[in-house]
Nanobody, 117 residues
Framework: QVQVVESGGGLVQPGESLRLSCAAS????????MGWYRQAPGKARRLVAD???????NYADSVKDRFTISGDNAKKIVYLQMNTLKPEDTAVYYC???????????WGQGTQVTVSS
């Protein structure tokens, strides 16, 4: 079994930065990719960014050039550095870990990010 815990959300003003952290524990050797989704009120959960075992990354168009995903693959820890935040980035951010072995996605509990003046 795998557990995923994220942290680092909060309230910031437009243009400011925030860094989210996420760590997987348990049978982390089964995890092949980690990343972040977000869900704004009344909207579907959407991918923000992910990073795979080989280091390849993927970003939503809306966050390219502003957000950077990085981490420690051996420890299954990932970070999401969010710069130049906008009000439309306001959402609950969910970290996930994906296991190809079990074809299963493990989710964190979510952390609120609010961008408002």
């Amino acid at each position: 079994q795998v557990q995923v815990v994220e942290s680092g959300g909060g309230l910031v003003q437009p243009g400011e930065s925030l860094r989210l952290s996420c760590a997987a524990s348990g049978s982390i050797y089964t995890i092949n990719a980690m990343g972040w989704y977000r869900q704004a009120p009344g909207k579907a959960r959407r991918l923000v960014a992910d990073i795979r075992d080989g280091g390849g990354t993927n970003y939503a168009d809306s966050v390219k050039d502003r957000f950077t995903i990085s981490g420690d693959n051996a420890k299954k820890i990932v970070y999401l550095q969010m710069n130049t935040l906008k009000p439309e980035d306001t959402a609950v951010y969910y970290c996930f870990g994906y296991s190809e072995m079990y074809s299963k996605t493990y989710w964190g509990q979510g952390t609120q990010v609010t961008v408002s003046s």
